[in-house]
């Protein structure tokens, strides 16, 4: 095992019970498990858990904590059965503080714990800023589309898939991972978004985009797909805002009629059932427990090999929020103010600490 350097001190955001502000104090520099990773972040993403749970504490019950879910920079140090990593590798990872509350797993701090089978090696050409993008996107949208909706892993050529695939809310960060996630498994994505995200959605791979604020969206979107012969039997729910649970419902009723499975970002909103529909919810967090072997392959083949040929990118797009580690609690007031079709990231200059 390598030793961590003891160079730079390790400057972390951290939450100390709730409702607080963050505090921004020196932490010990963490030590890797046989299993984990040490990060030096480069720049971290805020995630709308994070403010949640400054608001409400779930599913956080551990205090002090360090909250953040995305983490992109440079490994210092592995532990002693990691092999698909070394130290000064370019990574990005899903960080687990969601799900093993420890605090050296949360992002928001100079150096986080990561687990090996929740990281991706980014291409050089990619910004530390664009690595910390997706990761928890990602695993939202993977557990989404193969365990909810139980779409088959991508191990070889695929053909053409017979039913097409909404994603409503595909200008989220949930949902423009879902959106290229499903175009590589070949299936019809029919979107929706705001009409300023409609271009970048397609050059994400929706075939077709729709704007939600339409009150006809729904007729317009059944309409689509009949044209197009793939009735819309599985769908994507990646904000679960408002009324979208109920008109991604009412699209896969009209055009699949019922067996269609609809999973949801959220628990599902009280007041409506729809007949006919499975529903389900996705949790991030089971690409580390029940379906940790799926995220294994995922972390480590898939999304690394997707980044390196381009299949997959960075997105949506970031916005730095000026000001280092010490604005995490910005960026975090950012996104709850409401952000369209953009990350909120900090970036971290560990060198001047
Ligand atoms: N279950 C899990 O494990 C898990 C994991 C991660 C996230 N989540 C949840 O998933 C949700 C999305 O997270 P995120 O990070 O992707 O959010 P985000 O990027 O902050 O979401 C912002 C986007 O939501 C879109 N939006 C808002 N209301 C909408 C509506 N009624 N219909 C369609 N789109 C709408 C906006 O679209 P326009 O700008 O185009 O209007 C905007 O681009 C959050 O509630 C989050 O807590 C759950």
Known sequence: MATVPKSYGNVAAVLEQIPARLKIIDRPIPKPGPDEIVVR????????????IQD?????????TVLGSDSCGVIVAIGDSVTKFKVRDRVAGFAG???NQDINHGAFQSYTLLRDIATTKIPDNMSFEEGSVFPMAMATSLIALHVCLGIPRSTGPITPQQSGLLIWGASSSVG?????????????????????????LKSLGAFEVFDYHDS?????????AKSAGTPITLGFDSVTEGISFKQAADVLTASGGKGGKLVLALPQPEGYAPEGIEISQTIAARSFMDQAELGKWFFNDYLQDCLANGS??????FEVVPGGIQAAQNALDKLKAGVSG??????VDCGHH
């Open 342 to 347: 953009t990350k909120l990231v900090v970036t």
């Open 312 to 317: 997959i990118v960075s997105a949506p797009r």
């Open 41 to 52: 972040n480069h720049a971290i993403a805020a995630n709308p858990a994070d403010w949640k």
């Open 216 to 224: 006809s969206v729904v007729d317009k979107i059944v309409a689509a």
């Open 97 to 99: 503080v969601i799900y």
């Open 176 to 200: 423009t991972s879902a959106v290229q996630l499903a175009r590589n498994l070949r299936f019809k994505v029919f979107a929706t978004a705001s009409p300023a995200h409609h271009q970048t």
């Open 56 to 64: 409400y504490g779930f599913p956080i019950t551990k205090f002090p």
